[in-house]
């Protein structure tokens, strides 16, 4: 079975400043990893996702995500944060040879204070 | 309507009441989800329907009881439940059962069992 480990719950930031939101996994076959992003009193956006190819990742809201195979990470990152950042961020994993069975994290709070 | 709806946003029931959520989408696809959200705690699938039928029931206790009577539509029927279900129900649909689908969410409801 595949697991996913956010490393940070929260993430406090200063509006303007770089972020970085960590995701590790695990898992014994090859996956499919995604970014989900929250807001409160809503459901789940994708922010990207990575299927194959590049493992630099572009998403929507200027995010970028790097897959890092030996190191089995997928780290979320945006060189510039708004205060409308500000929202619960997850990561996920889907097995290459199954149907869609995403594998949530438990989350990371991104906070951008102004 | 756009997107996936979710019904009633909140919900509030007795342990003894039944009750249902109702999930419809409006983007043509042909899988659906039921997620429980609780807090600090990862998503956890419920269901899946793929074609309208039943592929994934992840354990859930037989007072979860899911319908999917189309392909746009998709219940949740609960009765006599236990306080500890209290939790945000979220919906969710892709085009296929695929691991490479994005998977669009509801803005999900909001139980209390009391």
């Known amino acids: 079975a595949q697991s996913v480990t956010q490393l940070d719950s929260q993430v406090p930031v200063f509006e303007e400043a770089p972020v970085e939101l960590r995701c590790n996994y695990s898992?014994?076959?090859?996956?499919?990893l995604f970014w989900y992003v929250q807001y409160p009193n809503q459901g789940l956006q994708l922010l990207l996702k990575?299927?194959?190819?590049?493992?630099l990742v572009k998403g929507i809201n200027g995010f970028e995500a790097e897959f890092n195979k030996s190191q089995t990470s997928f780290h979320l990152r945006k060189p510039s944060v708004h205060i409308s950042d500000t929202a619960e961020y997850f990561c996920?994993?889907?097995?290459?040879?199954?149907?869609?069975?995403?594998?949530f994290g438990e989350g990371t709070q991104l906070t951008v204070n102004p | 309507e756009t997107g996936v709806t979710q019904t009633p946003r909140h919900l509030v029931m007795g342990m003894t009441n039944k009750k249902s959520l109702k999930c419809e989408q409006h983007l043509g696809h042909n899988a659906m989800y039921w997620y429980k959200q609780s807090a600090k705690k990862p998503l956890e699938l419920m269901f899946v329907y793929s074609l309208e039928e039943r592929v994934e029931n992840n354990s859930v206790p037989s007072r979860f009881s899911p319908e999917c009577p189309n392909s746009s539509h998709l219940f949740l029927h609960l009765h006599t439940l236990q306080p500890e279900d209290s939790a945000l129900y979220l919906c969710a649909s892709s085009l296929y059962w695929s691991g490479t689908d994005t998977q669009y969410f509801g803005p999900g409801t909001r139980l209390t069992v009391l």
């Open positions: 990575y299927l194959s190819g590049s493992t």
């Open positions: 898992s014994s076959v090859s996956v499919y």
């Open positions: 996920a994993v889907n097995k290459e040879t199954s149907g869609s069975r995403l594998t």
